[in-house]
């Protein structure tokens, strides 16, 4: 009889737990949502680990000046790279899962539509990026 009681209190421990567990993943998944907005001249505004896509990109696109593109992230990271030389000129962004990926594919991007001397001007990752 004993031993049930126990067996019963660890099934019951252990539901608790899991149920803990994935109630926190449930939080951090919702708060998984990015943007990032380029566009000439070095412009650019990003948003992460908002609640929905919709927020991101708005908050995003608000804090780009001018005539913007705007990418969304959710559990990954957003990269933009322009051209030293000439900031007005290339430029190039990425998304990617992780942060080394996004900030080498946007510096590639650059230099392939004609940048000199490609760098980072901005980047930005979400709740697990």
Avoid at 4 to 23: E, K
Avoid at 46 to 71: F, L, M, N, S
Avoid at 79 to 90: E, F, R, Y
């Amino acid at each position: 009889m004993a031993s049930n009681v126990v067996a019963r209190r660890c099934a019951m421990f252990f539901f608790a737990l899991s149920v803990c567990v994935s109630g926190a993943r449930h939080i951090t998944e919702a708060h998984a949502a990015g943007a990032i907005a380029v566009g000439k001249c070095g412009a650019y505004g990003q948003a992460y680990d908002y609640g929905a896509e919709h927020e991101a990109r708005a908050v995003a696109q608000k804090q780009c000046k001018g005539d913007c593109t705007t990418v969304t992230m959710k559990r990954a990271c957003a990269a933009m790279s322009v051209d030293l030389v000439n900031p007005c000129g290339a430029y190039g962004y990425a998304v990617k899962p992780k942060i080394s990926a996004s900030l080498n594919a946007a510096t590639r991007e650059c230099y392939k539509y004609g940048g000199k001397e490609c760098v980072i001007r901005a980047w930005a990752c979400d709740a697990k990026g």
